[in-house]
C-alpha cells in the first residue's frame, strides 16, 4: 500500500486494487499537485462538508463512478446529486472490498456553501480510521485537541496519523503534539497548514518535537510505502 500526501489534508492511498481519495480539495488549492480532470479514484473518503474538504468530490467522483463514503447528512446531499454515495456516523464501522472505514470523533463544523451562496447542513463532522491490508491509517480530520484521541490510541495499532496542525480553524501545533502523543501511531504527519495565510504554520519545527513515534514532514506529492 503507498499513501501519498497533496497538500491541505489532501490524501491517497493506492493498494493493488483501488485507489482512495480523502478529502480531495484539488483545483482550487495552489499547494495541490493532483489533476482534478485526470486524477483516478475509485474510492472518495469524506472527513466533513467544508468546501476545502470536499474540493473536487463532484466531478472525480462522476468521471470515475466512484464511491462516496461520509457522514450521513453529506451523503445524503451528494447522493441527491447523483453520485454513489454510503453514508456512515462516529462510532460506526463497515467492511468494504477496499478495506474497512470507521468515522471517529471531530470537534469541528460542517456545511457545504453552494455557489449561490446558500449554506448547506453536512452533520457532524469527523476523522476517519482506515484499515487496508492489516495497516491502520488515521485522518484525524479538522478537530480540536479533545481527550478520546487518547481512547483512539489505546484501541487501535495506528501506523499512520494524518494531524491537523494550522490553529484558528483547527488545532495547533501545540495541542498537535498533545495529539500525537495520545494517538501514538507509529508515524504523526501534519497537514492542514499553509494553504492560506491565517493557518501558516513551519511543520518540519513541529515534527521535530513529536515524541510518541516518528514525526514526519511529507512533501506535496510525496509517498510512502506501508
Known amino acids: ?3 501519498s500526501y497533496h497538500g491541505h ?3 491517497k492511498v493506492v493498494t493493488d486494487s483501488h485507489t482512495i481519495l480523502i478529502d480531495p480539495f484539488i483545483s482550487e488549492n495552489e ?8 486524477v483516478k479514484a ?4 469524506l472527513t466533513h462538508a467544508h468546501n476545502d474538504h470536499v474540493g473536487d468530490t463532484f466531478e472525480i467522483a462522476k468521471r470515475n463512478n466512484a464511491l462516496v463514503v461520509a457522514p450521513n447528512e453529506l451523503a445524503v446531499y451528494l447522493g441527491g446529486k447523483g453520485l454513489v454515495t454510503h453514508p456512515m456516523h462516529i462510532g460506526g464501522a463497515h467492511e468494504f ?3 474497512t472505514v470507521k468515522f471517529t470523533q471531530a470537534f469541528h463544523g460542517s456545511a457545504y456553501t453552494e455557489d449561490n451562496g446558500a449554506v448547506i447542513y453536512g452533520g457532524m463532522p469527523a476523522g476517519i480510521l482506515l484499515t487496508v491490508e492489516g495497516k491502520t491509517i488515521y485522518h484525524v480530520g479538522d478537530t480540536a485537541l479533545f481527550s478520546d484521541l487518547k481512547m483512539y490510541g489505546e484501541m487501535n495499532d495506528i501506523e499512520v496519523a494524518f494531524i491537523p496542525i494550522g490553529d484558528n480553524f483547527t488545532m495547533g501545533p501545540e495541542d498537535a503534539l498533545v495529539a500525537a502523543d495520545w494517538i501514538n501511531a507509529k508515524v504523526s504527519v501534519p497537514v492542514h497548514y499553509n494553504t492560506f495565510p491565517m493557518i501558516d504554520q513551519d511543520p518540519k519545527a513541529w515534527a521535530e518535537k513529536v515524541k510518541t513515534g516518528e514525526g514526519r514532514v511529507m512533501e506535496i506529492g510525496e509517498a510512502m510505502e506501508l
Do not use: E, Q
Open 42 to 45: 475509485d474510492v472518495i473518503l
Open 9 to 11: 489534508s489532501v490524501v
Open 1 to 3: 500500500m503507498k499513501l
Open 97 to 99: 472490498d477496499f478495506g
Open 31 to 38: 499547494a495541490c499537485d493532483l489533476d482534478a480532470d485526470t
